[in-house]
């Protein structure tokens, strides 16, 4: 990951939303939602391809032939229509084949780590538009380098000066209502900024206002996330007070050289939105 950042022109601070919400979730995720966008059931519709054209595609290894033996009616999931939308777009912006296939290269970071998608990068931000009011924009720079982002990302890569060159900007939720016939979706460039926080969110920062805490320690499991929180003091009346606070705790007193340290130890559940 650290090579891959050195040479990159352009950077997006690293988010704790997004590793949250999609390395911790969204890639071991079997949704309903997440099957729906990536089932292979649709035939092409507006796009108005010609067989020509897509095999074309094919060879040129910005679309995927997974028919057998590369014959016959291929079906598209919306995840696969979203992206050949998306590649009308940047033709009719100038990019040939070999910048859209490094473009697709980029997108295609994260796909090892998913066994559902071909695509997670873009299928997470897919269902994000579906879902949210959020604006999502899938930008491709002038070298070629691209990335799927909300609003709020690139305007803070802007602030910080970690965006070196110009880019083309496709708004990924005026594609997704398009294919999911939902008018209501529309992204709310007054608001956005003002993303409700999750419920681990919550807990986080509560959990670092706290006095005498040590540590925090988050594990996953299954669909619960289970929280760890130590408190450390050399106040025995404030261990018993923190201690009495808590449903489920546990308090140990740890002497060196006949002075006491108390340990409390808080653990709580919150279970994945």
């Known amino acids: 990951m650290d090579g891959y950042l050195k040479n990159r022109k352009n950077i997006f601070p690293a988010s704790d939303w997004f590793d949250l919400n999609f390395l911790g979730d969204f890639v071991h995720s079997t949704s309903k939602s997440k099957k729906a966008i990536t089932e292979q059931i649709y035939k092409l519709g507006e796009e108005k391809i010609s067989s020509r054209v ?37 033709r009719s912006f100038g990019l040939d084949l070999a910048r859209i296939k490094k473009v697709k290269q980029e997108i295609d970071f994260y796909n090892s780590a998913d066994k559902t998608s071909k ?12 879902n949210t009011s959020t604006p999502i924009k899938f930008i491709v720079f002038e070298s070629g380098e691209a990335n799927v982002l909300r609003q709020s990302e690139i305007d803070i890569a802007n602030a910080l000066q970690c965006i070196s060159e110009d880019f083309i900007s496709i708004d990924l939720n005026r594609l997704v209502a398009m294919f999911l016939k939902k008018d209501e979706i529309k992204p709310d460039y007054l608001t956005y900024l003002d993303v409700p926080k999750t419920e681990l969110e919550k807990e986080v920062e509560n959990s670092l206002s706290m006095e005498d805490i040590q540590s925090i320690t988050i594990q996953v499991k299954d669909k619960d996330y289970l929280i760890d929180q130590e408190f450390f003091t ?35 559940k919150i279970t994945k939105g």
């Open 54 to 90: 897509l095999n074309h595609w094919y060879e040129a290894g910005i679309l995927e032939d997974d028919r057998p033996n590369g014959k016959g009616w291929k079906k598209f999931s919306i995840s696969e229509l979203v992206w050949i939308r998306i590649i009308m777009k940047l």
């Open 234 to 268: 050399t106040d025995k009346n404030k261990a018993n007070t923190i201690m009495s606070a808590l449903h489920y705790g546990k308090l140990i007193e740890k002497k060196n050289a006949g002075k006491s340290t108390y340990q409390v130890t808080n653990k709580k």
């Open 119 to 130: 695509c997670p990068l873009l299928d997470f931000h897919i269902l994000l538009a579906a």
